[in-house]
């Protein structure tokens, strides 16, 4: 088996040559252009370009590349990552980048190379551009990610293997546990925020016995239900966007998890970029018409995976999947009963998921541009306090929302 080496630029150039599912796409690979684009946190990136096409390579490190050495982890994650990419991309081929290449020795992949006008949808937002298709095109992926990858649709030997088989991801399982779940509730070396504005705030965080008690059942959900297998880490930063394309990217945190800890990461981020447009306005734009359409995108996101999923779960009612068999759930009346519960429930864990998310990106080790990018430190601190005041309420009263009606109108009351 070959041994692990990490690439640059002029030895991916030997390395492509020597590999037939590279060079095929790219044609003439003697005069590659390599570029290496990585702002993440984790690993290395490489934009390949050759006079007649393009791809993108991605390498793991034994480390976290945002910290050093100092931080070791997994460069299996690479493979999780190009088996979700794989089979997502199979569920949803319309909304996840072509895998071309995995060389699990070298922990690479090679993929489709997303072209301009694809930009991170995250920079999307700091800039106020508008995506029309944004939302039905993110619930078209969670719907079916999700949904063809639970018990709704598959039986549960087929299930618990693959459960197996995720459960090997377990270091990075414990890196979102402790960034996530842990760090910002107790005193890390990790933990930093705009201080000294929000120095009470996070001291807040720290000693709020309602919130503790309330992250540790979703600690205790992230770790223990294999609901489906989940993208893991589905932040803004992990979608590529035009006007008229939305691709998922970056699945390496994926497992066998709550389906709300997806479907909360993408709402939550849209929450928190709300919030940040305030520091983002100028004298020319206020930026109030762009946070209606954030609001509508958050609606709109929820309202169409709801409509989609339920849709999903109706044509299959009668399949292989073993969580509802139709022999008891056998009249209208209870159908009605146990999607509505199901859904309600879904939705509750989504608040939670999405709340826990907005916080460690306020408190925690790993921050967002949205805030990052507000130079003035108090204008910067404002906007985060009040969607760190909405994440607490949300995380501590998520049961009392039936609709997502009710949590607009919750952003827009912590937003006056």
């Known amino acids: 088996m070959a041994e692990f080496q990490q690439l640059n630029e002029k030895s991916l150039v030997d390395y492509i040559k020597s590999t037939p599912s590279l060079s095929s ?43 050093g050495e100092s931080w070791p982890m997994t460069k299996e994650r690479a493979y999780f990552e190009a088996t979700t990419l794989k089979e997502h991309g ?45 939302a039905e095109h993110m619930a078209e992926y969670i719907s079916k990610t999700l949904f063809y990858t639970s018990l709704l649709y ?83 930063g992990s979608v590529m966007v035009t006007q008229d394309s939305t691709q998922v990217i970056d699945p390496e945190f994926s497992i066998y998890g709550p389906m709300g800890f997806d479907i909360g990461a993408f709402l939550g981020n849209l929450i928190l970029a709300y919030f940040s447009q305030d520091g983002h306005a100028t004298e020319g734009n206020d930026r109030k018409a762009y946070k209606k359409w954030i609001l509508r995108t958050i609606e709109e996101t929820w309202n169409f995976f709801y409509k989609k999923f339920i849709a999903l779960w109706d044509e299959n009612k009668d399949g292989s999947g073993e969580a509802y068999l139709p022999q008891i759930y056998n009249n209208p009346d209870v159908w009605q009963l146990v999607q509505t519960k199901y859904m309600r429930d879904l939705l509750h864990d989504s608040l939670g998921f999405g709340a826990a998310k907005m916080i460690r990106r306020i408190v925690g080790v790993a921050h967002v541009e949205d805030f990052e990018l507000i130079v003035d430190e108090g204008k910067r601190a404002e906007c985060e306090r009040k969607a760190l005041n909405l994440a607490k309420m949300l995380l501590k009263q998520r049961a009392k929302f039936v609709s997502i009606d009710e949590v607009i109108s919750a952003i827009l009351q912590a937003d006056p």
């Open 25 to 67: 796409v790219l044609g003439d690979s003697d005069n590659l252009v390599i570029k290496e684009v990585g702002d993440g946190n984790l690993n290395f990136v490489y934009i390949v370009t050759s006079p007649s096409s393009s791809l993108v390579i991605k390498q793991a490190l034994p480390y976290i590349r945002c910290i």
């Open 154 to 236: 598959t039986t549960t030997t087929e299930h618990k293997r693959e459960v197996a088989e995720f459960c090997g991801n377990v270091e990075l399982c414990r890196l979102t546990e402790q960034v996530v779940f842990s760090d910002p509730y107790k005193v890390s070396q990790y933990n930093r925020w705009t201080s000294p504005h929000l120095d009470h705030d996070a001291e807040a965080v720290r000693e709020d016995n309602d919130l503790k008690l309330e992250i540790a059942q979703l600690k205790s959900m992230f770790c223990e239900r294999a609901q489906a297998l989940i993208h893991g880490d589905l932040h803004t």
């Open 90 to 134: 199979r569920l949803c081929p319309e909304h996840v980048p072509e895998v071309y290449h995995f060389d699990h020795p070298m922990s690479l992949i090679g993929m489709r190379y997303l072209a301009p006008p694809h930009i991170i949808l995250r920079k999307g937002l700091i800039a106020g551009v508008e995506y029309p298709l944004l």
